[in-house]
């Protein structure tokens, strides 16, 4: 029996991640390794068909025609983009994470039609597919456009018809003050608040000061 053991020739392991598998074939019999495919794994950078994953890793020395296991890229899992239109901005985000995916950018719009708070559309559209973990931008209804117009004159006006103006200009009623005053109708309006002139938007709030005649000892 010999005193010692002949060990084989040694090689250097190439790089062969991100090459194609016919590539990595030739470059391995180029350094005398053989291979076989170990598994097919999703990969978000890799593209499909190329190798993902090898071992040993390269740089190491071998012995010749060791046999690599490879691991080939099926590329990024694929998710179909859910139909968030109409949903509210909070159920659309949790569907998105649901599906693997992540909100992107959020534009506000103004709507005529659709409330405040729902989505308008998607990018990209619904039934569209896309990586795991890529990013769906959302246009969400802002509702509709707030019109900005002049206070009109309130003055003079009794409480009701003053109440009845304000709802047709779509602004909102607040604090109603009585102030104390004699030779006036009862419930006049005396103030305003914005003043007649002003700009005001829909659904600011007006106050008013109304006549309430002092009692006669």
Do not use: C
């Not at 190439?14 to 170990?38: D, F």
């Not at 709507?111 to 597919?129: L, M, N, R």
């Amino acid at each position: 029996m010999p005193w010692f053991v002949k060990r084989g020739k040694e090689v250097e392991v190439p790089e062969v991640v991100g090459k194609t598998l016919q590539e990595a074939e030739r470059i391995l019999s180029e350094s005398k390794l053989s291979y076989h495919v170990e598994s097919r794994i999703y990969d978000p950078l890799i593209p499909e068909g190329f190798i993902a994953r090898q071992i040993p890793v390269p740089g190491i020395r071998v012995k010749e025609w060791k046999r690599m296991s490879l691991v080939i890229s099926s590329g990024p899992q694929l998710v179909k983009v859910p139909d968030l239109a109409g949903a509210r901005l909070e159920q659309a985000e949790r569907l998105v994470n649901l599906t693997g995916l992540k909100i992107g950018q959020v534009l506000w719009i103004y709507s005529d039609t659709i409330p405040q708070g729902d989505v308008v559309a998607s990018h990209p559209t619904s039934g569209e597919q896309l990586g795991l973990g890529r990013q769906i931008d959302l246009i969400v209804s802002k509702g509709r456009a707030k019109v900005r117009f002049s206070m009109p004159s309130l003055l003079g006006l009794s409480i009701g018809e003053a109440k009845m103006l304000i709802e047709t200009k779509a602004l909102v009623l607040g604090e109603v003050k009585a102030i104390d005053t004699e030779g006036v109708e009862e419930d006049v309006v005396l103030l305003q608040g914005p003043q007649p002139g002003e700009f005001v938007e829909e659904g600011d709030t007006v106050e008013l000061g109304i006549s309430s005649p002092s009692e006669k000892p």
